[in-house]
């Protein structure tokens, strides 16, 4: 038996419902995980000379804060990056000439399949740390600058993935129509095809987003001040004391959670709507 529209709309607003009691449910742990580290560390304290571990991480939370800013805006300016170079790479890969179709799958998945750390450490050891320009004058390269590009890597494969799978799920008649009404190939996809792919493409775009946002902190390998590597130069500068690993590790994970988890629901309310 099919199901009805309305059948159909009560389930998800059940499935809706359940999700946003679990959502609840799940912040409310991590906010109560994180006043019991505090606690803790404030127990182990207890009687000492320094400060508490709130003190500490409210005297250090504009620094922390500060680096992770950083990660924003390494998140944003790597997927715009992604994004421009992963949309010609995915047409590439549906060219009519084989060389251009062969070459761009090649790169597609050598990108995909390659380990994030693996392109980071080749990214910031392959860019100089400087260039000169024709004037003579030289123009620093930073650290976090490297990491962004090396960061957009792996996301341009996926991107160009999505971009192809959205181009082939068109229906081909809709191509046969376009080249009934003498269409060329680039007025077909301008026109027709790609404003189409953009509603499938939004989801899996937004969920890899997520991914970068949270693969940013590695950039703390090679010393880029953001939110992880901060927070680690505050605990050192505080005196090295072991409580306070565990609510600075897990403050920095409520940072995240707070900026990633609200894309994923807003991307789960996508995937639902476009699927209706």
């Not at 159909?8 to 006043?35: H, K, P, Q, T």
């Not at 390494?74 to 070459?103: D, E, N, Y």
């Not at 499938?200 to 880029?224: D, G, K, Q």
Request: hydrophobic share 55%; glycine share 6%.
């Amino acid at each position: 038996m099919t199901r009805t529209p309305y059948r159909l709309n009560r389930e998800w607003l059940g499935e809706a419902r359940l999700s946003s009691f679990v959502d609840g449910r799940l912040g409310l742990c991590l906010a109560l995980a994180f006043g019991l580290s505090l606690a803790s560390a404030s127990a182990q304290s207890a009687g000492a000379a320094p400060p508490s571990a709130l003190e500490t991480l409210l005297v250090w939370l504009p620094f922390i804060l500060k680096g992770f800013v950083l990660n924003l805006v390494m998140s944003v300016f790597a997927m715009v990056l992604a994004t421009f170079c992963g949309i010609g790479l995915g047409l590439m890969q549906i060219s009519l000439l084989w060389p251009v179709r062969t070459s761009s799958r090649f790169v597609t998945h050598l990108l995909r399949n390659s380990p994030w750390i693996v392109i980071l450490f080749i990214v910031m050891y392959m860019l100089p740390a400087e260039i000169r320009m024709p004037g003579g004058a030289k123009v620093a390269i930073p650290d976090w600058i490297k990491a962004t590009v090396a960061f957009a890597l792996p996301v341009m494969g996926s991107i160009s993935e999505i971009v192809r799978g959205a181009v082939r799920s068109i229906p081909t008649g809709q191509w046969e129509s376009a080249e009934g009404l003498a269409f060329t190939r680039g007025q077909t996809l301008r026109l027709i095809i790609l404003p189409q792919c953009v509603r499938r493409a939004i989801p899996p775009w937004m969920n890899w987003y997520a991914l970068l946002t949270l693969s940013t902190p590695m950039a703390s390998i090679f010393s880029v001040h953001e939110a992880v590597s901060n927070a680690q130069a505050a605990m050192e500068a505080a005196g090295a004391r072991p409580e306070l690993l565990f609510p600075f590790y897990l403050f920095l994970l409520c940072l995240f959670f707070a900026y990633i988890y609200p894309i994923a629901l807003w991307t789960r309310r996508l995937e639902r709507k476009y699927a209706a």
